[in-house]
Each structure stands twice: as structure tokens, then as C-alpha cells.
């Protein structure tokens, strides 16, 4: 009888060895998942850099860099992968002179302005924007912002200016211009979203400072809260052209697919990501130049965006402002 | 500041699966409701007498360019034929071939005769097959409403636009004729990948597959339409059925191959004096497919006098008369092998080699 049943110590005693095995297995399964993403980024970058090597050993580096055409899949190949860089960053310059006024002043709006009630309605909206697909902005673009563009002048503005005949002259109906204003407001939410964060961070006794020293609330948030929250403020803006460089629909079905050299926002231009587009709706066959065309490009792209991220990472750990 | 930024990612994936369920549910909607309405009134036009006891499966696959017409063609006849399945496919003319010369497909659509590569692969698999027009497209070459000089152009004068060496050099209209207007050429076509494009260099330039490169190139049609629109100066090109559709904002330009301006019309297209921009349109049955009464109900359906109007429905020209009962008596013949020989249909009379 005492033989059979456990003592007291025994029957109170953890499961230790069960307990760690449930453990073990939970950590690997939870790890297996954290890595699927780290494994894909992995495998993307050594599919870039397989495909681009293959690439670059049929056409040099110098005739990527220097020539001034982009034919890749005609029989005049050239490869000046100039022409879609131009287009690419004008379309996205465009879209930050759009999206930083708006996005900014927006943020500054919401943080310092608007009352808590008014901010609890305004932020969700403005994240909505967000989250509309970026093919409706792209039509958006291609069927009402650039139409609105080449309305024609009233008749007494044209009697005056004569050669004024339509809103934007020389406008076509693919157009960097309209691709630019549309991916800015596109961007905007990021921008106001991020800055809103970096000025709703900067200390309450800072404001409380600035007005103790007899400044209004314009002075205050000019010479105070903008400057106390820049790096957080130009590393939103970093991001948000970095969002624009490797946007797609937008520049796809707005800006046209005409490779161009030049910067010249009234006709169509052909940007990076359109072009990985154009050659991946076709059936090109693997292992050719033309598909591995689409990798170099996507390098360039990827190289551009990792710059900008990098030097934004940097920006943002050499000027910030620390607050207890 | 982390968390808000995760929670906008998340937001906006949210919202994006969102607009993609409701996308796919209202096209799977769509789907059920046109296979119902035909289910209700298909009964007449049977090509296939006692079409009641046909069953089985008919592959079709090829190109996208001659799908309107067969997936026209399927619904009907899957109206009056409720046991028979049509499945079209669209690879691409090429891609067509592919499966069809390993075996994968009854029927291949091809908007190109079969080429010399292709035959041979077919040979080494042991695949016959009978050659079949569909009908005809005529390639048209666009312009805008508001363009008043181009309305007739020369063969000479559209090799001039869009030959290799234009490259960079021609991009003026004067260039192209000295008393067109001192404009900017804006040009628009199809892109390297497409039929239309093989076609189109075949007919007017000097070798399939080489033009200039420097042109608002897509794969997708309606971009063309839309540039052309949206572009005082443009000028593109692509299938008749794309003019059609789009007929009120595009002005056609008449080709001149030395026998005066042509332009592109169900008629001029049908009876060939659109030259040289009129192609045929093609599918291909496997012969040992042809056993199965299914393939070969459906094969002859295609052909029939009787639905030359969904032919003409999709935005093409039907054959005339007597090309289609040529083509009908080599379906019934069983005759094999390509009356191109693996060339170009660029110039070739139908009625005249079939």
C-alpha cells in the first residue's frame, strides 16, 4: 500500500521534462514561421543578383550606365537604363512637391490644431486613403486627372493668350505630370501619418516653454515643434519617396510606356517598374536577355530604394532629439 | 510610434483582400448568370444535327487574339450540346502550339499559320492536324479625330515610320511627308510578344520581328486605344475589332499598297483588297481528335455558314461562302499538313490555296 502511492513531494512535483519539450517544439514552430519572411528576402536578393550577373555578362556595365536609349526587346537592343531612371524620378519628384505640402501640413493640422474629437474623425479618414488600391489611383490618374488637365481654356482666356488652348498645353493623354500628382496624393497618408507621429512626440513641456516665453502658437511650432521633430519628419519624407521609386500601377497605366530620355512631365515616359511590367505581361521565355532585362532593372530599383532607406536609417540615428 | 504604423500595414492589406473578395465574387456571379440565360434560349442553329447525344471534353487553347471568337462559339454550342465542355485557353499563338504539338489539346488557335519549327515538333510527336480559317481581322492603323493631313498613307510611308532605323531619327510628321505638319510623331503599337506585332512587321517592314523601339509599346490594346486618344499626333495600330469598339474617338487611316487608298471594312477585309494589312485568322484540330464526335461536332460548328454572326458579333469578319465550304470540305476530307508550308500568310489569298 505505502509502495503504490506516491509521496507528497512526488505528487507535487512539475512535469519538467514535458514542459520543456512543448516548449522546444513551440519555439521552432514560432521560429520556423519568423524566418519564412527572412528566407523569402534572402531568396529574392540571390534571385537579383543571379539573374543580373547572367545579365551583365552579356551587356557591360558601361552600356547600362551611358547609353542614351532603352530597346531591350527590339533588335536594336539598347540598354540605357537612364531613360527609365528619369522617368522614374521625375514622376516621383513630381509626387513629393505634391505630397509634402499636403502631408505636412495635414500632420501639423491634426497635431497641434485640431481639437481630440475632430483629430478621432480626421486620422481614420486619412488612413483610408491609404488603403484604396493603387490600380484605382492609377485610373484615377489616366481617366480624370489628365482629361481635367487638357480641359480646354474658357474662349476669352484663349482670345487673350491665343496659343493658351488647353489647362496644361502639350499635355497627352499618358503623361508623367498626372502619374506625379496622383502617386503624391497617394503617398500623402504616409507622409501625414508619419510626421503626425514625430510631432505628437515631442514633449508637452517644450510647447510649455515656448509659450512661457511669450511665443504664439505659429512661433511655437515653427521655431519649436518642427525642429525638435525634423528627423522624424524627413526620414517620413525618405520613406515616402522610396514608396513612390517602386510604385507601380500608378506610373504603369498613367505615365505611359514610351522609353524616353529626358524630363519633360507633358508626354509619356516609361518608368522602371512599368517596364518590369510590360515584359512580365508577355510571354518572355526564362533565360533570355530580355527576361533577365527585367532583373537588372529591378536591381536598380532595389539598389535605389535600399540607398535611400539606409540613409534615412542614418539620418534619423544622427538627428534625433532626445527627451526624457 | 511601431505599433500604429503595423496596424496601418495591416489595415491596408485588410481593406485590399476586401476589395479582392468582392472583386472575385461579383465575377463569379457574372459567370453563373450568362451560363444561365444561355442555357435558356439556346435552340436554334444546331451545325451538328442531333447534337443531343454529344458528351465529352473539347481543349481549346491558343491565340488570344482568335479566343473572342471561340469563346463565342463555345457558350453557344455548349448551350445546345449541355453534355459536351469546352474549355478555352489563351497562351498565346506560340504557347498554343506548344501544348498542341505535345499533345495536350484537341484544338489550337492561331492568329499566324503554323511555323516551320512548330511542324517539325509536331512531326516528332507523332501529331496531325487539319488546317482551318476562322476569319478574318484586318490590322488598322489609327489615328486621332483631330488629325486632318494623315488619312491615306502610303506602304512606303508606314515603313518609313516604323522601320529599324526610324529609331531616334523619324520623329516628325514633315518627315514623313513634307507637307504634313511640322508635329511630333507619336507613335503606339503592340509589343514584341504579340501576334499582331509579327504581323504587322511581316506585312509592311522587311523582316518578321524588327521595327524601331522607341514607341509607346503594350501588349494590352485598350493602352494603345488610349494613347491615341489622348494624343493629337499619335497613330497606332492593332485588329479591326479594337477600331470597332472604339470607332467614335479613332479615325481610320486608308493604306495605300499601290492600288489607290483602302480602307479597313468588314468588306475590304473579306474580299482581300485590304492589303497588305488583312490576315486570317486559324485553328488547328488534331486528326486523331476528330474521332471523338464531340471535337469534331465542335470543329464544324466553328465553321458553319450559320454562325458566321457571332463571328461578326466579336468585332471580326467572317469568311465568305465559299471559303468557308472550302474549309469545311477539308474538315471533312480530314486533310493535314499547312497550305503555308510554315510561311507567312502575309498577301495569300484564302479561296485561292484551300
Known amino acids: 500500500m505505502t509502495a503504490s502511492t506516491p509521496s507528497e513531494s512526488d505528487l507535487w512535483r512539475p512535469n519538467r521534462a514535458v514542459s520543456k519539450r512543448t516548449e522546444f517544439v513551440v519555439k521552432i514552430v514560432f521560429g520556423a514561421f519568423a524566418m519564412v519572411s527572412v528566407a523569402t528576402t534572402v531568396g529574392i536578393v540571390l534571385t537579383l543578383i543571379f539573374e543580373t550577373v547572367a545579365f551583365f555578362q552579356v551587356v557591360p556595365l558601361w552600356r547600362f550606365l551611358t547609353e542614351t536609349r532603352w530597346t531591350p526587346l527590339f533588335s536594336s537592343a539598347q540598354f540605357g537604363i537612364m531613360v527609365l531612371i528619369s522617368a522614374t524620378v521625375m514622376v516621383s519628384f513630381i509626387a513629393i512637391v505634391v505630397a509634402l505640402p499636403l502631408g505636412l501640413l495635414s500632420a501639423i493640422f491634426l497635431s497641434e490644431y485640431a481639437s481630440p474629437k475632430m483629430r478621432s474623425v480626421l486620422k481614420p479618414v486619412l488612413e483610408l486613403l491609404a488603403g484604396v488600391p493603387s490600380v484605382v489611383f492609377g485610373y484615377f490618374a489616366l481617366l480624370f486627372v489628365s482629361p481635367l488637365l487638357r480641359t480646354a481654356t474658357p474662349a476669352w482666356l484663349q482670345s487673350i493668350i491665343p496659343s493658351w488652348d488647353q489647362f496644361i498645353p502639350g499635355l497627352q493623354g499618358f503623361n508623367a505630370l498626372s502619374a506625379g500628382i496622383v502617386l503624391g496624393i497617394s503617398i500623402t497618408p504616409l507622409v501625414a501619418s508619419l510626421s503626425e507621429d514625430a510631432l505628437f512626440a515631442v514633449p508637452r513641456s517644450l510647447r ?13 511650432i515653427i521655431a519649436v515643434v518642427l525642429p525638435a521633430a525634423l528627423s522624424g519628419i524627413v526620414s ?20 505611359g510606356q514610351n522609353p524616353r530620355l529626358g524630363l519633360n512631365p507633358l508626354v509619356p515616359v516609361m518608368a522602371m ?6 515584359v512580365s505581361l508577355g510571354d518572355t521565355p526564362a533565360g533570355s536577355i530580355a527576361y533577365q532585362t527585367i532583373f537588372a532593372v529591378g536591381m536598380t530599383l532595389f539598389i535605389i530604394t535600399l540607398a535611400l532607406n539606409i540613409f534615412s536609417f542614418w539620418f534619423v540615428r544622427r538627428f534625433r532629439e532626445k527627451y526624457e | 510610434m ?52 454529344l458528351a465529352g471534353d473539347v481543349l481549346v487553347d491558343g491565340s488570344s487574339t482568335v479566343f473572342p471568337i471561340s469563346e463565342a462559339m463555345a457558350e453557344e454550342f455548349m448551350a445546345e450540346n449541355a453534355d459536351v465542355r469546352v474549355t478555352v485557353g489563351v497562351s498565346g499563338s506560340g504557347g498554343g502550339f506548344q501544348k498542341f504539338c505535345a499533345g495536350e489539346t484537341d484544338i489550337s488557335n492561331a492568329s499566324r499559320p503554323i511555323k516551320q519549327e512548330e511542324i517539325d515538333l509536331c512531326a516528332e510527336n507523332g501529331i496531325e492536324f487539319v488546317e482551318i480559317p476562322i476569319a478574318f481581322d484586318g490590322l488598322s492603323v489609327v489615328v486621332n479625330p483631330e488629325n486632318d493631313w494623315a488619312q491615306c498613307l502610303t506602304v512606303d510611308e508606314l515603313k518609313t515610320m516604323w522601320e529599324p532605323s526610324a529609331e531616334g531619327t523619324i520623329t516628325n510628321w514633315n518627315q514623313i511627308r513634307p507637307d504634313f505638319p511640322d508635329a511630333e510623331l507619336g507613335l503606339y503599337g503592340p509589343g514584341t510578344d504579340s501576334g499582331t506585332y509579327d504581323y504587322f512587321t511581316a506585312a509592311l517592314l522587311d523582316s518578321e520581328g524588327e521595327s524601331r523601339g522607341d514607341y ?58 485590304y492589303q497588305p494589312l488583312s490576315r486570317p485568322e486559324f485553328f488547328y484540330v488534331k486528326t486523331t481528335s476528330l474521332d471523338n464526335p464531340a471535337v469534331r461536332a465542335f470543329a464544324e460548328y466553328q465553321i458553319a455558314i450559320e454562325n458566321k454572326g457571332l463571328v461578326e458579333e466579336v468585332g471580326y469578319v467572317a469568311l465568305p461562302d465559299e471559303v468557308l465550304s472550302a474549309a469545311q470540305e477539308r474538315l471533312e476530307a480530314g486533310t493535314t499538313g499547312s497550305v503555308f508550308e510554315g510561311g507567312s500568310a502575309v498577301g495569300v489569298k484564302l479561296a485561292d490555296v484551300l
Request: proline letters at 2%; one cysteine or more.
Open chain 1, 273 to 278: 517598374t512599368a517596364f518590369i511590367v510590360q
Open chain 1, 236 to 255: 517620413a519624407l525618405i520613406l515616402a519617396i522610396s514608396r513612390a521609386i517602386g510604385e507601380t500601377m500608378i506610373v504603369t497605366l498613367a505615365a
Open chain 2, 216 to 273: 509607346t509599346a503594350s501588349e494590352d490594346d485598350n493602352v494603345l486605344v488610349q494613347g491615341v486618344i489622348g494624343d493629337t499626333n499619335g497613330l497606332a495600330f492593332f485588329g479591326y475589332a479594337y477600331y470597332e469598339e472604339n470607332q467614335d474617338s479613332l479615325q481610320l487611316v486608308a493604306i495605300d499598297n499601290g492600288n489607290g487608298c483602302v480602307e479597313p471594312s468588314p468588306e475590304t477585309i473579306g474580299d482581300g483588297s
Open chain 1, 208 to 220: 510649455d516653454g515656448a509659450y512661457a516665453l511669450g511665443s504664439t502658437k505659429r512661433e511655437t
Open chain 2, 2 to 53: 511601431a505599433p500604429t504604423i503595423r496596424f496601418k500595414r495591416l489595415a491596408g492589406i485588410l481593406s485590399f483582400m476586401a476589395v479582392l473578395s468582392i472583386a472575385a465574387s461579383c465575377s463569379g456571379g457574372g459567370g453563373q448568370d450568362t451560363a444561365g440565360t444561355e442555357g435558356t434560349e439556346g435552340t436554334s442553329t444546331a451545325a451538328s444535327s442531333g447534337g443531343s447525344g
